[in-house]
């Protein structure tokens, strides 16, 4: 007899190939050691900074980013637009190619990262010779090495910047590593990241859905939940300054925070105020994540039981979602 932790694996598996759908297919799913998670066939969408959907999965591209779409960078005495044209640029090189994305994951890392390289559509082989989608967003110069889990194309980063290609025509700021703390006007990303000062934070402890996600209320129908939670962070982030205090996690290269409305030094958050993290899980748009605190399960639980926010109806979580769960 299977043990429960396999029949829910087998459940997974059955719910990430139902949710492919016919234009791509889902091969394969994550192995015991989660490191290997299979294959996607199909066409790929750009959703982000490096971040693509395909087979119903959302998935950081291998070895690669790219500025975040609201960056701009200096040209002269000028900015433009460097993080709309370096994602429109990679939706160019993967727009009408049918491809297999071979997807990993890293742990403690809770993304997906795959590899994308075209394929033929009926014999799904890659052409001799074929460059995966990675590689040829880092060789066009609008795209940049990631080396968090992969640095297979720093070589091809160095070749674009000695040619000047892309972004290295007018190379983009260098960021700074974050201090222990941040204060300032913020721009809201989505439901769970804002960035302050160029720097994109992601609310620590917490998970929300993304802009594409949709969720469902009983006698009403479905409902876009992703900008309904990204408008409740715009509510309770703007007309002030904004302050987190920054923390890292091991194995993952983004920046969380601790954040809330900033008191009048900029140096914690204002007295009385709740952080953006509790006050998003108790309005019922975002939930704990339970893979990094236990800190906003009781939230979590009272937001459900008070049916407020995305609890008024039914709606899979964020993490699952991107995993290919609908």
Known sequence: MASASG???????????????AALHVLGAASASAQTFGSVYGDVRV???????????????LGVTSPEREETCPMGAVEYQCGVIAQSKLAELAGGKFHRCDLQKFAPDPRLWGVCTQVDQGSRVPAAGAVSLN???????????????????????????????????????????????????????DGRSIAIKGQRIFLAGIDAPELLQGCSITNFGGYQCGPFAKYWLIELAYGTDVYCKLERHDGDSRVFGLCGPADAKGAGIKAGAKSFNEQMVTDGWAVADRQQSSQYIDFEVAARNAKRGMWTGNFALPREWREGVR
């Open 47 to 61: 959703r982000g900074a490096g971040v693509v959907s395909g087979g119903g999965l959302w998935f950081q591209l």
């Open 7 to 21: 029949v829910a694996q087998m459940v997974r598996r059955a719910l990430l190939i139902v949710a492919a759908g």
């Open 135 to 189: 590689q040829q967003w880092v060789r066009s110069g609008w795209g940049m090495a990631d080396p968090q889990h992969s640095d297979a194309f720093v070589a091809d980063e160095a070749t674009a910047k000695a040619a000047r290609l892309g972004l290295w025509a007018a190379p983009p700021r260098a960021k700074q590593p974050p201090a222990g703390e941040i204060a300032g006007p913020v721009d809201v990303i």
